[in-house]
């Protein structure tokens, strides 16, 4: 697709459970981003990758939460024991170098019951 | 470490008129980007326009222009003839010349009729 894609639109998991969000970038882009979306919020950064390798996981909030990019094209987030505060939307988006902006999907409605 | 800051959570204008949206930064780099997004509803993320550091003249697409100001470190985003389908949450953002890029919390706009 021409797009950013990520899969599944929505997510509901119990509290414990692990879980895997995968985002598929525009082709081409090196540059692909996570954040993390509260309600009313702005996108907080998690970590980004140049190619295969993250160029900085500053973000990530603790270390059940871990990101991957093996083949320097589709992405897939991965959150260990899940608690409710994980709940959120989680935006992928991926761009080329320099002065191109962002392209988002539509990002992946995690709720933690 | 860069930030962004955006300082009115809501703002409301009437419809056709003007309404400006502040953001400001803190970098010690030189060479970035800036930009404003726009997110409605529908969670997409989308361009509202962009500019380069190093360029001086202020950028402008039809009725949005910013008005940056790289010493002090302010890009705010000028809507004019505002429409009812301007409402929206409104994001800037910063990339850094490693492509990280970072967003504000953002500005919920209201068009009032």
């Known amino acids: 697709g021409a797009g950013v894609s990520q899969t599944p639109s929505n997510k509901v998991t119990e509290k414990g459970k692990y879980v895997e969000l995968r985002c598929d970038p525009i082709s081409g882009h090196t540059a692909l981003y996570w954040y993390r979306q509260s309600l009313g919020q702005g996108p907080e950064f998690l970590i980004y990758f140049q190619g295969t390798g993250a160029a900085d996981d500053s973000g990530l909030p603790n270390d059940r939460f871990f990101a991957v990019r093996p083949e320097g094209s589709v992405s897939t987030l991965k959150i260990q024991r899940t608690e409710r505060g994980d709940s959120a939307v989680y935006l992928c988006?991926?761009?080329?170098?320099?002065?191109?902006?962002?392209?988002f999907g539509q990002g992946t409605r995690l709720t933690v019951v | 470490a860069q930030t962004v800051t955006q300082s009115q959570p809501e703002m409301s204008v009437q419809e056709a008129e003007t309404v400006t949206l502040s953001c400001t930064y803190d970098t010690s780099e030189s060479d970035y980007y800036l930009f404003w997004y726009k997110q409605p509803p529908s969670r997409q993320m989308i361009l509202v326009i962009r500019q380069e550091a190093y360029k001086q003249q202020n950028a402008t697409e039809n009725r949005f222009s910013v008005n940056f100001q790289k010493a002090a470190k302010s890009f705010s985003l000028k809507i004019s003839d505002s429409q009812l389908g301007d409402a929206a949450m409104y994001f800037c953002?910063?990339?850094?010349?490693?492509?990280?890029?970072?967003f504000g919390k953002g500005t919920r706009l209201h068009i009032l009729p």
């Open positions: 953002a910063y990339k850094n010349r490693d492509d990280k890029i970072i």
């Open positions: 988006a991926s761009s080329l170098k320099g002065k191109t902006e962002a392209f």
